[in-house]
Every structure is written in C-alpha cells, then in structure tokens.
C-alpha cells in the first residue's frame, strides 16, 4: 500500500486544488479527506476527480462522503477558465416600455439575454444588467445562480462609473458580489461590464 503522502502529491496535481490532507483512524483507514481549492471548478467536480484519480493511479476507492472541499479566491484563472466579453447590446424604447438585448461571447460561442420593463432611466440600466445575467443563465443552462440587486451610479475620481451587486446562490449559501466599471464611451456598455466584473470571478465554477 502506498504511503498517504503519493496519495495527497497525486491529488494537489488535480487542476484547481491547492492542497490536500487525509484523516484515518487507529487501523489505518482512511475516514476522511480535506481538500483546499481555488473558486474556478465546483467542489462536484473536484470530487469526481479526486476519485477517478486515486481509483487508476492506486486502485483506491473513496465514497465522495468523506471529502470535504474548501475554496477560496486564489486569484489565479485556470488554463481553461475563457471569460464572458460584451459583444453587443441594444436597447429598444417604445412609449413606457425599453427592451434590452446583450449578446456575450465566450471563446467561439454567442449567447443572448433579453429583459424587458419600464422606461425610465434606472429602469433601463437593470434591465441592461438583467439581460446580461440572462444571458450568462443561457450560456451554463442554470437558473436563479445570479440575482441582480442595484446597479448604482456612482463617482469615481472625477468619472462617472457604474456599480452592479449581484446576489450569487449556490451550494454553500449565498453571497454578495460587486462590480464596478468607468463611462468612458457608453453606458449601457459600462453597465454590461460592471456586472460581468461582478460575477465573472465566480461564474468559471460552472463552466463543463
């Protein structure tokens, strides 16, 4: 049987995992298995890996029960981690009504997002910030992963700029993501890339 230590330098290879570390009792067996791993793949697939890993390599087979993942924000993208870009984005008013449309690409692939809703000014730059997390839902196929919560104007050394929260609901609970971004030609695209700064940290994690 090989020592504990093969098994934790074969697991800290897997991509997105920092370190590892395995528990066992007074017979030697393994009970448990910590694993600490960057935000940029689900815990879900790290397990899957883990286990595939040690199945090939040492014939080992671990119940995904006793691994527990911790991540945090290394900030460091993996290889594969591609960004969503703002591509494009219109917005249609007609009497109290504004329809926006945002199409976001992601290496090759375009997605779009469309909102609907009134036709005032704040109205418009969340529903610019709505179509954009529309479109990131189409782009992973989830729903309800990021909820918008304002878009605000506001001043930045003398520049007007916008800044997005975003609710962001996943396995572990929920938290709040901000992001932030300068006019410097318009704002509707200045509000497409503050809530793309918002989420696009976390939104890797999703990412097949």
Known sequence: MSDLTDYE???????????????????????????????????KQLVRDIQSALLTTYNIKIDHKIISVAQIDDGVLGPREQRFNLHFVKV???????????ILLRD????????????SLGSRMRLISKATLNAI???LGLEYVF???????????GNKAFMVTVSHLFELGEELLCGCCI?????????VKATLDAINRRVVRYFK
């Open 137 to 139: 839902e189409n782009a």
């Open 183 to 191: 006019v410097t030609k318009d704002e509707n695209e200045a509000v």
């Open 9 to 43: 330098v074969l697991i800290n290879k897997i991509p997105g995992i920092i370190s590892s570390r395995f528990v066992t009792n007074s017979d030697n067996e393994i009970i448990e298995l910590h694993v600490l791993a960057n935000i940029y793949r689900s815990p």
């Open 108 to 119: 090759d692939e375009s997605f779009l997002g469309v909102a609907q809703g009134g036709n």
């Open 92 to 102: 249609l008013s007609e009497g109290p009504k504004s329809q926006v449309e945002v």
């Open 147 to 157: 909820i918008l919560d304002d878009v605000t104007p506001v001043h930045v050394s």
